[in-house]
């Protein structure tokens, strides 16, 4: 998967290309919130699925850019053999974004459980876990995030 982030816009932006060959595995972000920031998902070319507060729709170019409230439950997966290109905006805009996809990828590869952990605790991104309570998936990452930061490489300060 590439990342490109367009920090010269007036609202940074992250385009996030899959090319379709990730191990033979489509791309899966797996079901998580955001407690400060909204998020705009435009599919800019191919399809894949944002399931939103359990409901799953199949995003393409044409069906325009997708709304995600904070505080709203989502996930994203891509399709198998499939290229798949998005765009994703926040608001409040800011480099936050562009920091936090830095700090995930900053080992050139997905993430490891405890960078994704530490990662998550720094990055306002809570894992919607089964319990369907947000007031655990707050607790657990602020203690497994927390702990986290003795495992897991420091978060990179510039871009």
């Known amino acids: 998967m590439d990342l490109l982030v367009d920090q010269d816009s007036e609202k940074y932006s992250a385009v996030?290309?899959?090319?379709?060959?990730?191990g033979g595995e489509p791309f899966f972000v797996p079901p998580h919130?955001?407690?400060?920031?909204?998020?705009?998902?435009?599919v800019l070319e191919?399809?894949?699925?944002?399931?939103?507060?359990?409901k799953a729709t199949v995003a393409t170019p044409e069906t325009g850019t997708m709304f995600?409230?904070?505080?709203?439950?989502?996930?994203?997966?891509?399709?198998?053999g499939e290229k798949t290109v998005?765009?994703?905006?926040?608001q409040p805009?800011?480099?936050?974004?562009?920091?936090?996809?830095?700090?995930?990828?900053?080992?050139?590869?997905?993430?490891?459980?405890?960078?994704?952990?530490?990662?998550?605790?720094?990055?306002?991104?809570?894992?919607?876990?089964?319990f369907g309570s947000k007031v655990i998936d707050q607790l657990f990452i602020s203690v497994f995030g927390f702990v986290a930061k003795l495992f897991a490489p420091a978060k990179p300060k510039t871009l």
């Not at 996030?16 to 990730?22: A, K, N």
């Not at 955001?34 to 435009?42: A, G, L, P, S």
């Not at 998005?86 to 926040?90: A, G, L, Y």
């Open 33 to 42: 919130w955001h407690k400060y920031h909204d998020e705009h998902i435009t």
């Open 93 to 130: 805009s800011g480099e936050y974004k562009a920091l936090f996809f830095n700090d995930v990828f900053q080992c050139g590869k997905p993430p490891n459980l405890w960078l994704a952990l530490r990662a998550a605790f720094d990055g306002d991104l809570y894992a919607s876990l089964p």
């Open 68 to 80: 995600i409230p904070r505080w709203s439950v989502h996930s994203f997966r891509g399709f198998p």
């Open 16 to 22: 996030c290309t899959y090319d379709g060959t990730l």
């Open 46 to 54: 191919g399809r894949m699925t944002i399931t939103l507060d359990g």
């Open 86 to 90: 998005f765009e994703e905006r926040n």
